[in-house]
């Protein structure tokens, strides 16, 4: 009885992906015990995120490709009405409108749409493959648009970055011109004193201290400083677990959450580091696996996307903590303290299990 039930919990699930992202997590809790300065309640509490985060991978792994294709433009319009919900009726925090209160509890659907937005341009291409034209790429641009759009207006760079980013794999993956590219990408460079226009005071701020945030050290450039210095002192093989410095003196500023790679850098240094990258490297490949073998378009777009947005995960906090990119607030995966983003990542982990696992069944049906 045991045996089946096992057998049934395990179906769907990717041994491989699901190593990788168990050993990521246990990672993450030691780094969070340290960078939360020994607190048992923040790590179980994480362990609770992350059970709830592995219920709804599993749950995800069980759904049938076909009733993802089947729900993807009613879960767009969900999402696109969630925000709009957010826009006029949303919660306040930290000058922020991001949230919605639905009496019961609170939902942020710009989360929904990480997931919901490549789901939603995977089904539009998927329903045009035969006769693909310019036009078909331009309303997939709108359709990326307007939640894009919403979720800047909160404002949320980080998760607009993010959902820009699963909408844009799709449309490349779909075989969007190199000419288009190149014209997008100059337009965007000529249009960028619009777009500077268009940014808030901060968003601004986070910019010029990327080019020398020692123009703030003790403000804007604070977190830029004091993580380069963690990342730097960590040397080759690190300082030890719980032994380093910028995050136990408390020197290191959200270390808990966007910056805790750096807490990472400085207790195991650069070996940890490549280590850390070859572990997410796995993932990565893995996910290019399944979506190379994807049995329509619709499970190859979407697989591709959801690999890709986990590299963007990846790329942009390193990037971030690094001092080579902007402080956008992405998190990094399995490290970071937080359970709505590791629901959505582990959400299209669970998509990637169900892609390819269901794949002998969609080749016959």
């Known amino acids: 009885?045991?045996?089946?039930?096992?057998?049934?919990?395990?179906?769907?699930?990717?041994?491989?992906?699901?190593?990788?992202?168990?050993?990521?997590?246990?990672?993450?809790?030691?780094?969070?015990?340290?960078?939360?300065?020994?607190?048992?309640?923040?790590?179980?509490?994480?362990?609770?995120?992350?059970?709830?985060?592995?219920?709804?991978?599993?749950?995800?792994?069980?759904?049938?490709?076909?009733?993802?294709?089947?729900?993807?433009?009613?879960?767009?319009?969900?999402?696109?009405?969630?925000?709009?919900?957010?826009?006029?009726?949303?919660?306040?925090?930290?000058?922020?409108?991001?949230?919605?209160?639905?009496?019961?509890?609170?939902?942020?659907?710009?989360?929904?749409?990480?997931?919901?937005?490549?789901?939603?341009?995977?089904?539009?291409?998927?329903?045009?493959?035969?006769?693909?034209?310019?036009?078909?790429?331009?309303?997939?641009?709108?359709?990326?648009?307007?939640?894009?759009?919403?979720?800047?207006?909160?404002?949320?760079?980080?998760t607009a970055l993010i959902v820009t980013a699963a909408g844009f794999y799709v449309l490349f993956l779909a075989g969007l011109s190199w000419k288009i590219l190149v014209g997008g990408g100059l337009s965007i460079a000529v249009m960028t004193p619009i777009f500077w226009s268009m940014l808030h005071n901060y968003q601004r701020k986070r910019i010029e201290i990327l080019f020398d945030p020692f123009q703030d050290p003790l403000g804007a450039g604070y977190h830029t400083i004091q993580a380069s210095i963690a990342l730097g002192s960590g040397g080759f093989a690190g300082k030890g677990w719980l032994d380093g410095t910028q995050s136990q003196l408390d020197f290191l500023p959200e270390r808990t959450t966007d910056f805790i790679f750096a807490v990472f850098g400085e207790e195991f240094g650069f070996l940890g580091n490549v280590l850390l990258l070859i572990l997410f490297m796995l993932l990565i490949g893995r996910g290019l696996v399944i979506s190379s073998k994807a049995q329509n378009t619709f499970t190859r777009l979407l697989a591709g996307s959801i690999t890709l947005t986990f590299f963007t995960y990846v790329f942009v906090n390193m990037g971030m903590v690094s001092g080579v990119l902007p402080v956008v607030g992405v998190p990094l995966p399995f490290l970071s303290y937080g359970g709505t983003s590791l629901v959505t990542i582990l959400l299209g982990f669970g998509i990637l299990m169900s892609i390819h696992n269901h794949k002998t069944l969609m080749s016959t049906s």
């Open 1 to 158: 009885m045991i045996s089946q039930l096992l057998d049934r919990l395990n179906k769907y699930i990717d041994p491989f992906l699901m190593g990788c992202i168990a050993f990521s997590c246990i990672v993450g809790l030691f780094v969070l015990y340290s960078a939360s300065g020994g607190s048992v309640d923040r790590v179980l509490s994480q362990v609770f995120n992350i059970c709830v985060a592995l219920i709804m991978m599993w749950l995800a792994a069980n759904i049938s490709p076909h009733y993802l294709e089947r729900i993807a433009l009613p879960l767009f319009v969900l999402g696109l009405l969630l925000l709009i919900g957010v826009a006029l009726l949303g919660d306040v925090s930290h000058g922020a409108r991001r949230w919605l209160n639905l009496g019961v509890g609170r939902i942020q659907p710009s989360e929904l749409m990480k997931i919901a937005v490549p789901m939603m341009l995977a089904w539009y291409f998927s329903k045009r493959e035969q006769s693909l034209r310019w036009i078909d790429y331009a309303v997939a641009t709108l359709l990326l648009a307007l939640p894009v759009g919403l979720i800047m207006k909160q404002p949320d760079l980080g």
